[in-house]
């Protein structure tokens, strides 16, 4: 019941680039009270006339059917025939604007206009100090809204403002009257850009999703006709890879369309974007599964994993069920503001069961090399360490990108740089391709599988393992060594033979 209502919360909150508000609180900020309705990267408008709004090629925030709320007692203090009684402003400001809001160009901390500044015709008291722009460029757009009379609400008029320079811009609804306190907002606001309703950050991943989405075509078509041309060579560990080229494509092919479903309609296919983030857990799932078994020597050196069947099994559903908490939240919560403490909160164990994999992968590489070294296998050999070196350096870069990821965090708290944020997250799916491509090539189906498969023939097994008297001497399962050792057999067996028939006669 609990993930239950989880899930329902994410479903109620990622209303793609729609943001809701129900009874959200203004905060007080000096002399001040906002609320934060919400930011997003936005392309400039290629149409300067908005006369149709929802056309190709219109960028803009539209304000729809947003309510303002005030308290009876707030309402009572004015007269019924009274006009304007009350004052909410909502501000649209691109990050780069943001120094035009409040009175710091005139010396001040205050961000509402007082009496002071008033009386030297500043600005208009009750209202929020906007610095006039010098050059009549496009600076922070105001929207005012009045209560009139006694009335408890105000309604903002139905309008959509156009964008005309690509920027992260924010909105903010505020008023200056301490009378105002505890009033409340409601509505929602719609934002879109030029060709979609995607945020800025998010629309190059449709076109990213959709050349992965091809790769795991391409990938997927390699592997197929290999397995086809060698199918009576196959070994269990191909089936395994081909699980996760599949899982992949229809990861990429959901996350395209739901994509594209998005950008289209300005809301979240709950469906399909389910059924993407859950594709994308298993994927990731069964990809560090297939990773630790191929290093511990799973139908290489090894035909079965043994004991550990059952921890290995348990790993990957608990790194399952926190990889599919931490996708829905990411995904389905990430436009209206999702708390981050619950992210943080999520992403810590994902981290952990990670960390555990690599640490796991490495010892039984380790083990897999040594004992693969003591019979002088040079195939499987070479084998493993072209993997070990294409997992180190695959580790490493996550390393460093894990760094570059908190560096650019750090360096851009406001979102400046959206128009870059979709790198950081295409990253990890090239990386993962990448990584698959190797394992493919390295065991790819061939005629000849069994020099990399297990075989008791060549001693694969680790209880008959014995250690090298030096380097002259050959190894166990050397071929050589089975022919001398099957010609002393027929000669010892020959010797008997004479041995008996001498005694015979002698009888």
């Not at 960028?59 to 009684?85: N, P, Y």
């Not at 000669?491 to 008996?500: K, L, M, P, R």
């Amino acid at each position: 019941m609990l993930l239950l209502g989880f899930l329902l919360l994410l479903l109620r909150l990622g209303e793609a680039s729609i943001h809701e508000y129900s009874n959200g609180v203004f905060a007080p900020r000096s002399n001040s009270f906002f609320f934060h309705g919400g930011s997003e990267g936005l392309y400039a408008s290629s149409e300067v006339n908005i006369t149709a709004p929802a056309s190709d090629g219109n960028s803009f925030v539209q304000f729809d059917l947003v309510i303002f709320k005030r308290t009876k007692e707030s309402a009572s203090k004015h007269g019924d025939m009274q006009q304007k009684t009350g004052l909410i402003e909502a501000i649209l400001v691109e990050i780069q604007d943001r120094d035009k809001i409040g009175g710091r160009f005139l010396d001040t901390d205050d961000i509402c206009c007082t009496r002071e500044l008033h009386d030297q015709n500043l600005c208009k008291v009750g209202e929020v100090i906007i610095r006039p722009s010098q050059d009549n460029s496009d600076g922070p757009v105001r929207v005012q809204t009045f209560f009139d009379g006694n009335g408890e609400e105000a309604t903002m008029n139905a309008q959509a403002i156009p964008i005309n320079k690509t920027g992260m811009y924010y909105l903010y609804f505020m008023f200056c009257d301490p009378q105002l306190v505890g009033t409340v907002i409601k509505g929602r606001t719609v934002w879109r850009n030029p060709h979609g309703y995607l945020p800025g950050k998010m629309a190059p991943l449709m076109t990213f999703y959709g050349f992965m989405s091809l790769a795991y075509l391409l990938l997927g078509l390699f592997w197929f006709l290999q397995f086809v041309r060698h199918w009576k060579h196959t070994l269990h560990l191909h089936y395994h890879i081909t699980a996760v080229i599949a899982l992949g494509m229809c990861e990429m092919s959901f996350w395209y369309f739901e994509y594209g479903n998005f950008n289209s309609t300005g809301t979240r296919p709950m469906g399909i974007t389910i059924w993407a983030v859950t594709f994308t857990a298993i994927k990731k799932t069964v990809s560090r599964l297939l990773l630790l078994v191929v290093s511990m020597g799973y139908g290489v050196v090894r035909p079965t994993l043994g004991g550990i069947t059952t921890t290995v099994a348990l790993l990957g559903v608990v790194y399952f069920i926190a990889s599919e908490a931490l996708e829905l939240v990411e995904h389905l919560g990430n436009i209206n503001d999702f708390a981050g403490k619950a992210r943080l909160f999520l992403v810590l164990p994902v981290a952990l069961l990670d960390a555990t994999f690599i640490v796991w992968m490495f010892s039984s590489l380790s083990k897999t090399l040594e004992k693969l070294q003591v019979r002088r296998n040079t195939a499987k050999l070479e084998l493993y360490r072209k993997f070990t070196n294409t997992l180190a350096v695959s580790v490493l870069l996550s390393i460093v990108w894990i760094g570059y990821e908190l560096y650019f965090n750090a360096i851009d708290p406001l979102s400046e740089l959206w128009q870059r944020a979709w790198i950081v997250s295409a990253f990890w799916s090239v990386l993962s391709f990448v990584l698959l491509g190797v394992i493919c090539i390295l065991w790819a189906p061939s005629q000849n599988p069994t020099r990399y498969a297990y075989s008791e023939d060549t001693n694969d097994d680790f209880d008959d393992e014995g250690p090298l008297t030096g380097s002259g001497a050959r190894g166990i399962g050397d071929p050589l060594s089975k022919l001398e050792r099957k010609e002393r057999k027929n000669i010892d067996h020959a010797f008997v033979s004479a041995g008996d028939h001498e005694e015979d006669k002698r009888e």
